[in-house]
């Protein structure tokens, strides 16, 4: 198991911490007999689209905890997506069952072009204080950006002083963009900086809390955990303080997506002595099975959880049947983060679908806790079967519109709202599904199920659409080697 070092301010980045790669294309047992032996190689693009940066992805983790403020050290552009975490707080409070959500409070330091001759720090303090005097937060933190890395302002150095000024948690956040070119990076930054600042070591337990760690998807947790006599402490959008101080007397953390919670899990465990369930999430029936046994034992609800497992088949797996007939041998490509997209394969080999190919945006050798269990894409293909065409690409979009282009599955499974587009544009029935607990459980593969077929049969508004849609690629591109541009470096093949 990697060591969480809270002394340092920094989290170790991925390609070295886990090493995660974002350049393979071939099978994905393929992939993971060679990341779990040790010899994965990266396969380099000799070019490539834009990305994402961590500095979003550590917003992610901090912006929606209750009463606090971020501040984004750096110029006014890297804050151009900060935006779109505003959203979570309007649609997603209520699914949440959180009524009043309170909204989101991102600044930005404004650096300039001066500051990164002279020196951004005291524009930082000016900032912390306004900042402080204008929302009152409870807490604070500064999110790095490149500019104010690679001038190397002291921000630690900063925070602390104005922990000790304003008598708050002030926590740096090292997430800068080019420090990783795996964008989850940002995740562990920020938990990072959550663990180290808030939470601390309890010898209180709360008998039966569970935390969760997970993104802003709807409450379905409180519901499954009340029939196993459980209360979920959901980490950390919405959470508050207090509830965040809370993760270290809870009896166990589960996650909701290890790519996620690979980070936070093993701090909470090393640091507070919080195990982590080592069971990976609950899609797909015998992986659902595996994790309630696995979270009643965790717990010491084995017969609570035997009962619910008996309850919950009785009632959902009838109507998966139903839906099985209908979408069995259809086909199906699916684009998504890593572990996230791992589970779609999961649901759509469960419906018998077959899974054209994948292309998913990183690949983590190992865990935090580098449990075999914890592996969805492992458990997956153990419980189903190989994918073939499997692509791990940072979401290099010439890529897998020329994938999908050749392989014209009967639906096209995105998790993010900027690539579902390319399926409707190509006349390729396109589901996105925005929350992530959607297909969790077996109430879950019905619901997904439904999805999937209202999106299959709805051909005709797909094929409508295509018919007005423009295509920016070449027929020379879209008719060329997908992996052109990868290099023959590393262990995939084609
Ligand atoms: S931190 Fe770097 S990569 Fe991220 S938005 Fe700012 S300049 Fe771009």
Redesign the pocket.
């Known amino acids: 198991m990697s060591k969480i070092d809270l002394r340092s301010p920094e989290v170790e980045i991925r390609e070295i911490r886990l090493n995660s790669i974002t350049g393979f294309a071939g099978s994905a047992s393929g992939l993971v007999d060679c990341a779990r032996c040790g010899g994965l190689g990266d396969r380099k693009r000799a070019f490539t689209q834009c990305m994402s940066?961590?500095?979003s992805k550590a917003i992610c983790t901090v912006s929606l905890i209750q009463d606090i403020a971020v501040i984004s050290h750096?110029?006014l552009?890297?804050g151009a997506r900060f935006h779109e975490y505003a959203f979570t707080y309007q649609v997603n409070g209520a699914k949440r069952g959180v009524p009043n959500p309170k909204q989101i409070r991102v600044f930005s330091s404004d650096m300039g072009e001066e500051d990164t001759i002279y020196g951004g720090a005291e524009k930082l303090r000016t900032a912390i204080r306004e900042v402080y005097e204008r929302v009152h937060p409870r807490a604070i933190f500064i999110v790095t950006?490149?500019?104010s890395g690679i001038i190397g302002d002291d921000v630690e150095g900063v925070s602390n002083e104005a922990q000790e000024e304003l008598g708050i948690p002030v926590s740096a956040i090292f997430c800068?963009?080019?420090r990783s070119r795996i964008w989850t990076t940002g995740f562990d930054a920020g938990y990072h900086g959550i663990v180290r600042k808030l939470v601390r070591p309890s010898e209180e337990k709360i008998p039966n809390l569970v935390n969760i760690v997970n993104f802003w998807g709807s409450d379905i947790f409180s519901k499954w955990f009340q029939a196993l006599g459980l209360v979920p402490n959901y980490l950390t959008p919405y959470a508050t303080l207090e509830s965040i101080a809370d993760a270290a007397k809870a009896v166990v953390s589960v996650q909701i997506c290890p790519t996620l919670g690979s980070y936070m899990g093993a701090a909470i465990e090393q640091t507070c002595g919080v195990p982590e369930l080592t069971e990976a999430p609950p899609y797909g029936i015998p992986q659902t099975d595996r994790w309630f046994r696995a979270l009643g034992k965790a717990t010491g609800k084995e017969a609570e959880a035997e009962r619910f497992i008996e309850k919950e088949r009785a009632e959902w797996l009838p109507r998966f049947e139903e839906l099985k007939k209908s979408l069995e041998g259809k086909t199906a490509y699916v684009t998504a983060g890593a572990a996230h997209g791992h589970a779609m394969l999961a649901i759509l080999k469960e419906y018998g679908m077959n899974t054209l190919g994948a292309g998913i945006f990183h690949h983590d050798s190992v865990y935090d806790n580098p449990s075999d269990s914890l592996d969805v894409l492992k458990t997956t293909i153990g419980d189903y079967g190989d994918v073939g065409n499997y692509t791990v690409c940072n979401r290099q979009e010439y890529e897998l519109v020329n994938l999908l282009n050749r392989l014209k599955p009967d639906i096209f499974v995105a998790r993010h709202g900027g690539i579902v587009r390319w399926g409707a544009r190509l006349g390729i029935p396109a589901l996105l599904v925005e929350d992530e607990h959607y297909g969790m459980g077996y109430e879950g593969l019905v619901r997904y199920g439904r999805r999937l077929l209202n999106t299959i049969e709805n051909v005709e508004f797909i094929k409508n659409f295509s018919r007005h849609a423009k295509i920016p690629y070449s027929e020379k591109w879209l008719t060329s080697d997908p992996y052109t541009f990868l290099s023959e470096d590393g262990n995939g093949g084609h």
Do not use: V
């Open positions: 940066c961590s500095t750096g110029p552009g890297c950006t490149c500019a800068e963009g080019f």
